[in-house]
């Protein structure tokens, strides 16, 4: 069964074909030639209580949905997924993910699959559309539909579900999830954006615009699944009501919960809590004969800790560390720490603390992209690292998880509106956040710590950017909130809202939002903007006291690079037959030479005279010859009518025979033989660039002390 919905002049087309009939729920959903397939699938049984909710979402791009075959020789199967992939699915997890039952002990699995590109229209709101497609119609409990759209800003004009073409040129690009409570009020339950130091303002009239479009995909749900969609499957609701009471009662008693929680020092509240959790297993031991799983303890537990947290928030302003609602946690920065590095900076807010490392390469370090809808190279990028004992925790040290990959994107995202261009700044750039411990909000922490080791690098950037995350608490039956600036470690996790905001003073570079609850109505969201634009004041006033601005120099130990602007067509020239000038150059010198297809040219070595030196073989190979200048060069072969010489790189002249003596000469050997070493001038250059030159000495004829006299390609005058 088909149905169709159309946004903006945009048709997206849904279509309920069954063909994936073993999931319980499939949709393929279009818009122009791009197609998705979404399902979903749960398993037939309850799992034990994990502590969290099982879902595991995927997001898989196909290289056959763009035509094309995997570049790589020996490996045509689609492998790992790409991050932009991983992305992806952490987009769709974050919205669909608080929408399920609290109580459903199922495993869920949804996976979007790129089935078309068109290279016009993005799939990953196809993907997330589809997501709430099939999970709305399948029997699966879940509590949405909900909406998504990606809004644009361009040219003085929001766009809804832009092209890339459109993304590209934006200067705000946002996608919002919304869904729709009991009372038919649009709550936004997921926010990724990314802005060029967008205003806060702009954010919400984004969303003023996209709200009417949100609310037409939800009710567009809503009407296939009242018509296709299968009964939900009932949820056993857990009786647990004499264990929570008795739980309740002991945390209660005396406070115990209260004195164990609120403390300024993150690892005595662990202590605390883990020491007060252990009397509490004790005490339902003695005083409990049914057996019960520490699961179902932890859970009430936790459940509780959640209440408390709240209701002192709400109630009396009073945070589990004892800061103001608004209060930043104590702040300190670093730079230049690492010696032999080329860039790095220390950024510590409270316990958490980012140490960002920086390297600077040459333009041929670049990281070259091929995915399904990328396919290039990509000169600036920042990686995450949160190895397990910034937690205090012991793990396998195993390569980036998703987590590691979607913290890291969001700090890239954040900094990237503020790189230099590579005609300004032709360095490859790279930088590595080394989480050293955490407490909360690492990835805005990452940002800081990354615009200090940009500027302690030299890289000019625009300004220095700056992060925090916003919390939030709220009564559902009151509708009574608090907003919370940069939250911590309990305050993440039992709070309602994580909403992270990036940028300069200039605006918005990055911005990022989940919810635990329904969702957040726009006053919550501009207000949450506004504390956040305060509080990276504040974080940008502590930053600039330690660096304001670039440094006027890189660091000795980064590569030097410089450019050389020539003809397209004298690229060849350049390179050689199987390339045999270009790595004659590189042996010679040690530098790397990268050319571009318009002809530029960027030579890189580990110092400036090896770079200098490589870059005057390449000038030498491809300026232009003048008559009347003077040159040292080498007879390369003999002629019945005179001698060619080399005189520059590749390029050679002709000495006639009347030029290499004012006496008449009956043999050229007479004079040079191949392999001298000859000053010659140019005489003339005739119509077909053939150069003819004039025999000024012949220094192999002459010997020193030390043997033949030494020459280079350098122009004499």
């Known amino acids: 069964m088909k149905f169709s919905i159309v946004l903006a002049e945009k048709k997206i087309e849904v279509d309920f074909n069954n063909l994936a009939e073993q999931a319980n729920g499939s949709v393929f959903v279009r818009s122009g030639g791009t197609v998705v397939l979404t399902t979903c699938v749960m398993s037939k049984n309850d799992i034990e209580n994990r502590g969290f909710f099982p879902l595991t979402v995927e997001y898989e ?3 056959y949905a763009a035509g094309r075959i995997k570049g790589s020789r020996y490996i045509k199967r689609e492998g790992r997924p790409s991050d932009e992939a991983i992305c992806n699915a952490r987009l769709i997890d974050r919205a669909i993910r608080p929408v399920f039952p609290k109580n459903l002990r199922r495993e869920v699995q949804v996976i979007s699959t790129v089935l078309s590109w068109d290279g016009e229209n993005d799939p990953d709101i196809l993907g997330l559309l589809g997501a709430s497609l099939s999970l709305s119609v399948s029997d ?16 003085g004009n929001f766009i809804v579900n832009p092209t890339y073409q459109e993304k590209k040129e934006s200067e705000l690009d946002v996608v919002f999830s919304a869904l729709s409570n009991q009372n038919g009020e649009v709550l936004i339950n997921m926010i990724e954006g990314q802005g060029n130091e967008a205003e806060e303002d702009l954010l919400v009239k984004a969303y003023d615009f996209g709200e009417e479009y949100l609310k037409q995909l ?6 296939i699944s009242q018509k296709i969609g299968k009964e939900k499957i009932a949820l056993v609701k857990d009786d647990n009501s004499s264990l929570k009471e008795k739980i309740y009662q002991f945390l209660d008693d005396n406070q115990k919960l209260e004195k164990a929680l609120f403390h300024k020092d993150k690892m005595v509240i662990e202590k605390n809590l883990n020491e007060l959790k252990e009397e509490l297993i004790k005490f339902l031991e003695e005083n409990t004969e049914e057996d019960i799983e520490e699961k179902e303890i932890e859970e009430i537990f936790y459940k509780k800790i959640d209440e408390v947290v709240h209701r002192e928030v709400l109630k009396n302003n009073k945070r589990v560390d004892g800061r103001k609602l608004d209060e930043i946690r104590e702040i300190s920065c670093q730079v230049g720490l690492l010696p032999r590095t080329h860039g790095s900076g220390l950024f510590c807010r409270g316990k958490t603390k980012a140490l960002s490392i920086l390297t600077l390469g040459a333009p041929g370090d670049e990281q070259l992209l091929e995915g399904m809808e990328i396919v290039g190279e990509k000169r600036y990028m920042h990686h995450y690292n949160f190895p397990p004992y910034c937690s205090g925790e012991i793990k396998p040290v195993r390569g980036p998880g998703r987590r590691e990959i979607g913290h890291g994107a969001l700090a890239e995202k954040a900094l990237l509106p503020l790189i230099p261009s590579k005609e300004e700044f032709p360095y490859t750039i790279r930088v590595v956040t080394e989480i050293l411990s955490s407490n909360g909000s690492t990835s805005m922490a990452a940002v800081c710590g990354s615009s200090l080791a940009l500027m302690d690098a030299g890289v000019p950037i625009k300004r220095p950017a700056a992060g925090i995350a916003m919390g939030l608490m709220e009564d559902k039956s009151t509708g009574e909130y608090k907003i919370l600036t940069d939250i911590q470690g309990p305050e993440d996790h039992h709070g309602d809202m994580d909403f992270k905001v990036a940028g300069t003073r200039k605006g918005m570079t990055a911005i990022q939002m989940d919810v635990k609850i329904e969702g957040i109505n726009k006053k919550i969201m501009a207000e949450a903007l506004k504390r956040a634009r305060k509080a990276r004041m504040e974080i940008l006033d502590k930053m600039e006291k330690v660096i304001d601005k670039p440094r006027n120099r890189i660091s000795p130990y980064a590569p030097k690079i410089l450019t050389l602007q020539i003809d397209p067509e004298r690229i060849g020239d350049v390179i050689g037959s199987g390339g045999k000038i270009i790595n004659g150059i590189i042996k010679k010198t040690g530098a790397t030479i990268d ?21 005057e073989f390449i000038h030498n190979i491809v300026r232009e010859v003048e008559i009347g200048e003077v040159f040292e060069g080498e007879v390369k072969r003999i002629l019945d009518f005179g001698a060619l010489v080399e005189i520059l790189p590749n390029r050679e002249g002709l000495i006639h025979i009347s030029k290499l003596s004012p006496n008449h000469i009956k043999k050229v050997e007479d004079v040079v033989k191949v392999g001298d070493k000859v000053l010659v001038k140019v005489v003339s250059i005739d119509e077909q660039k053939r150069i003819n030159l004039a025999l000024i000495k012949n220094f192999s004829r002459k010997k020193t002390s030390s043997g033949f006299r030494k020459t280079s390609w350098r122009r004499r005058t």
């Open 218 to 223: 939800i009710e567009f749900q809503r009407e």
């Open 61 to 63: 791009e196909k290289y």
């Open 140 to 155: 699966i409990p879940w509590e949405g539909p909900i909406g998504a759209v990606r809004v644009c800003w361009k040219d």
């Open 595 to 615: 050319i571009q297809d318009d002809g530029l040219i960027y030579i890189s070595a580990e110092n400036e005279e090896k770079a200098r030196e490589a870059l």
